[in-house]
């Protein structure tokens, strides 16, 4: 069943246009990911999915509904978003920030009931982040921030979850552990992703953008030929076999 | 050591410790509003002030005259007003900071800041120099005032908007200028009357806000105003807490930005253009008394609301009663109190947040 949905998108700004024609479906409890350069509006088409920007032209069907058609609520009741947020100036505690994700679920004047909590604590418990309930949001390094946004958009209990470079600014370790903590969940993920290994790793599909169109996709050791790497990004690469994990990886090979 | 472990357990997390810290501002308040009615020219005892307000309130005598009638029409009709208008006056600047923080999710923004105060005096210097709206009565005032709130926020809207999108730090520049524009205009329409007459004194003193022309009517207006927005606001609260994170944020979590920006701006106009109207530009107050709240009970709205009201009211109390003593006999603007402790700690934040105040796009 397709859990989401476009339809024949145009996005623009001004005279410039941003998206053209951008089709594309994601299956249920498919991971997805979305590749291609910067600037190539892979953003652009995550923020009119989740509803920051109007499209100019298409349509978005969430569980075969117009997205546009359905309330605010509705939608976060069904679509997590994790984008960065490194702009937050207000500080709270690690479980206030999670339990934010629960504001679709809440009623007016209602504190947070006893299931906002715990789905909230379930959520940090599978991002590995239950020792730090209490812990100060702003003082917590760029993973552990990652990893309560994540557990913040668990919480929202959707079953599509979008992420906008989840793992941007990260060390390695962190990079895998998030994708491993999202790849767990057993719900649709579509996320754009910068590090082709990593989506030769986790993705089961992964789209390819260009100068606001798609110009391909497909299983990610299929798709990733050394051809479409060089179109993309410019660069000369090779594809082959890891001796120790069997799975295959990008190596780059610049001038 | 003591003092370090308190100051690691703000903000208050426990329920038990809210509650308390509310109580002892209100017991504070009750303080103030004592030490502020007895303040002034006239000696009063304190016991005076509870007798007159059971008395006056009941409408007989239950506690026998010790006093003579004109002590007890100033505090009845003079001081005690004056001091419930000084406590909602901050209130509702308070709440107005809260707001306009919540809208431009930076701890820099108040009415002050953002221009609206200005606008808001503008339109009743206007009123005071010109008697325009005057089938108002004498509500005028607070039309001309409220006109003048809207206006400056609308301009500040428009100027700060980009393909339909308002950005923090955009708003915050446009508040700047819009103050300007605004200031300038009420210095215009002081110095084009000439200086020296009487309505030019009234409208000067105001600017720099007072709460000398304190009624029961006006307390009462305002009390209504403050009462309404409160509770509003406080229905909104958890849709304020999420906005904080960012537009983007907030419109993933479910939040109609739109429609809560709109309440807001109305909200923050009504509340701004009725208080400017009876106590004239006070400023800081909507800075201060937020960033002090947070720092005890923390960020979440639905406990930031009625301790900053009840801090705001205890802060403006004082202020007032200082305003009253310093140079007595003769009374310093209220906006100059407050502009004294507010202008500094403003000054503390912006190199505070040297490294973090920018705008979100």
């Given at each position: 069943?397709?859990?989401?949905?476009?339809?024949?998108?145009?996005?623009?700004?001004?005279?410039?246009?941003?998206?053209?024609?951008i089709?594309?479906?994601?299956?249920?409890g498919?991971?997805?990911?979305?590749?291609?350069?910067?600037?190539?509006?892979?953003?652009?088409?995550?923020?009119?999915i989740?509803?920051?920007?109007?499209?100019?032209?298409?349509?978005?069907?969430?569980?075969?509904?117009?997205?546009?058609?359905?309330?605010?609520?509705?939608?976060?009741k069904?679509m997590?978003?994790?984008?960065?947020?490194?702009?937050?100036?207000?500080?709270?505690?690690?479980l206030?920030?999670?339990?934010?994700?629960?504001?679709?679920?809440?009623?007016?004047?209602?504190?947070?009931?006893?299931?906002?909590?715990?789905?909230?604590?379930?959520?940090?418990?599978?991002?590995?982040?239950?020792?730090?309930?209490?812990r100060?949001f702003?003082?917590?390094?760029?993973?552990?921030?990652?990893?309560?946004?994540?557990a913040?958009?668990?919480?929202?209990?959707?079953?599509?979850?979008?992420?906008?470079?989840?793992?941007?600014h990260?060390?390695?370790?962190?990079?895998?552990?998030?994708?491993?903590?999202?790849?767990?969940?057993?719900?649709?993920?579509?996320?754009?992703?910068?590090?082709?290994?990593?989506?030769?790793?986790?993705?089961?599909?992964?789209?390819?953008m260009?100068?606001?169109?798609?110009?391909?996709?497909?299983?990610?050791?299929?798709?990733?030929?050394p051809?479409?790497i060089?179109?993309?990004?410019?660069?000369e690469?090779?594809?082959g076999?890891?001796?120790?994990t069997?799975?295959?990886?990008?190596?780059?090979?610049?001038? | 050591?003591?003092?370090?472990?308190?100051?690691?357990?703000?903000?208050?997390?426990?329920?038990?410790?809210?509650?308390?810290?509310?109580s002892?501002?209100?017991?504070?308040?009750?303080?103030?509003?004592?030490?502020?009615?007895?303040?002034?020219?006239?000696?009063?005892?304190p016991?005076?002030?509870?007798?007159?307000i059971?008395?006056?309130?009941?409408?007989?005598?239950?506690?026998?005259?010790?006093?003579?009638?004109?002590?007890?029409?100033?505090?009845?009709?003079?001081?005690?007003?004056?001091v419930?208008?000084?406590?909602l006056?901050?209130?509702?600047?308070?709440?107005?900071?809260?707001?306009?923080?919540?809208l431009?999710?930076?701890s820099?923004?108040?009415?002050?800041v953002?221009?609206?105060?200005?606008?808001?005096?503008?339109?009743?210097?206007f009123?005071?120099?010109?008697?325009?709206?005057?089938?108002a009565?004498?509500?005028?005032?607070?039309?001309?005032?409220?006109i003048?709130?809207?206006?400056?926020?609308?301009?500040?809207?428009k100027?700060?908007?980009?393909?339909?999108?308002?950005?923090?730090?955009?708003?915050?520049?446009?508040?700047?200028?819009?103050?300007?524009?605004?200031?300038?205009?009420?210095?215009?329409?002081?110095?084009?009357?000439?200086?020296?007459?009487?309505?030019?004194?009234?409208?000067?003193?105001?600017?720099?806000?007072?709460?000398?022309?304190?009624?029961?009517?006006?307390?009462?207006?305002?009390?209504?105003?403050?009462?309404?927005c409160?509770?509003?606001?406080?229905?909104?609260?958890?849709?304020l807490d999420?906005?904080?994170?960012?537009d983007?944020?907030?419109?993933?979590?479910?939040?109609?930005?739109?429609?809560?920006?709109?309440?807001?701006?109305?909200?923050?106009?009504v509340?701004?253009?009725?208080?400017?109207?009876?106590?004239?530009?006070?400023?800081?107050?909507g800075?201060?008394?937020p960033?002090?709240?947070?720092?005890?009970?923390?960020?979440?709205?639905?406990r930031?609301?009625?301790?900053?009201?009840?801090?705001?009211g205890l802060?403006?109390?004082?202020?007032d009663?200082?305003?009253?003593?310093?140079?007595?006999?003769s009374?310093?603007?209220?906006?100059?109190?407050?502009?004294?402790?507010?202008?500094?700690?403003?000054?503390?934040l912006?190199?505070?947040?040297?490294?973090?105040?920018?705008?979100?796009?």
């Open positions: 069943m397709s859990k989401l949905k476009v339809e024949n998108l145009d996005y623009s700004i001004g005279e410039k246009q941003l998206l053209e024609s089709d594309l479906k994601i299956d249920e498919e991971f997805v990911g979305l590749i291609g350069p910067n600037g190539c509006g892979k953003s652009t088409l995550l923020k009119n989740y509803r920051v920007c109007q499209p100019d032209r298409g349509v978005i069907y969430l569980d075969n509904e117009n997205i546009h058609s359905l309330p605010g609520k509705e939608t976060a069904r997590a978003v994790m984008v960065q947020e490194n702009n937050v100036e207000f500080d709270m505690d690690v206030e920030m999670v339990l934010l994700g629960r504001y679709a679920y809440k009623k007016i004047f209602a504190d947070s009931t006893d299931i906002d909590k715990e789905a909230a604590r379930k959520a940090l418990l599978s991002v590995g982040m239950e020792d730090y309930e209490e100060s702003l003082s917590l390094s760029g993973g552990e921030k990652q990893r309560v946004l994540i913040r958009a668990l919480a929202q209990q959707a079953h599509l979850i979008i992420l906008d470079e989840p793992t941007n990260l060390d390695i370790g962190y990079q895998y552990q998030i994708m491993r903590i999202l790849k767990e969940q057993h719900i649709t993920v579509f996320s754009s992703i910068h590090d082709l290994n990593i989506a030769l790793h986790y993705c089961d599909r992964i789209i390819l260009k100068d606001g169109h798609i110009i391909g996709g497909g299983v990610p050791a299929k798709a990733l030929t051809q479409m060089r179109r993309l990004f410019g660069i690469a090779r594809m076999k890891s001796r120790l069997g799975k295959i990886q990008v190596e780059y090979l610049p001038d | 050591m003591h003092k370090h472990s308190i100051l690691q357990n703000l903000p208050i997390k426990k329920r038990s410790g809210y509650l308390l810290f509310c002892v501002l209100i017991l504070l308040i009750m303080g103030a509003f004592i030490i502020s009615a007895l303040v002034g020219s006239v000696n009063i005892r016991d005076w002030i509870g007798k007159i059971v008395n006056k309130t009941v409408g007989r005598d239950i506690f026998a005259k010790a006093w003579k009638d004109t002590d007890e029409s100033i505090i009845w009709t003079i001081r005690i007003p004056r419930i208008l000084a406590f006056v901050g209130a509702g600047l308070s709440l107005c900071g809260i707001l306009m923080q919540a431009t999710k930076n820099l923004a108040d009415p002050y953002l221009g609206i105060s200005s606008g808001a005096s503008a339109g009743a210097v009123v005071i120099m010109y008697g325009a709206f005057s089938f009565g004498s509500y005028h005032i607070m039309v001309g005032a409220t003048g709130a809207v206006l400056s926020i609308m301009l500040a809207m100027v700060s908007a980009v393909n339909n999108r308002i950005t923090s730090t955009q708003l915050v520049l446009a508040g700047i200028a819009v103050s300007a524009l605004f200031t300038a205009l009420t210095n215009f329409m002081i110095y084009y009357r000439q200086t020296g007459s009487d309505k030019v004194k009234t409208a000067l003193y105001w600017m720099m806000g007072s709460l000398s022309g304190a009624t029961w009517d006006r307390m009462f207006y305002i009390a209504s105003v403050c009462a309404v409160t509770v509003l606001i406080y229905l909104f609260s958890g849709s999420v906005l904080l994170l960012g983007d944020a907030a419109v993933t979590l479910g939040v109609n930005i739109r429609r809560i920006k709109i309440c807001i701006i109305i909200l923050c106009t509340l701004t253009g009725a208080i400017v109207s009876v106590s004239g530009v006070i400023g800081f107050v800075l201060v008394i960033h002090i709240t947070r720092s005890f009970v923390g960020s979440k709205h639905s930031l609301i009625p301790a900053a009201v009840l801090l705001g802060f403006l109390i004082l202020c009663a200082v305003s009253r003593v310093a140079v007595s006999p009374e310093l603007p209220l906006g100059v109190v407050t502009s004294f402790f507010g202008a500094p700690f403003f000054l503390a912006i190199r505070k947040n040297g490294n973090t105040f920018r705008g979100r796009n």
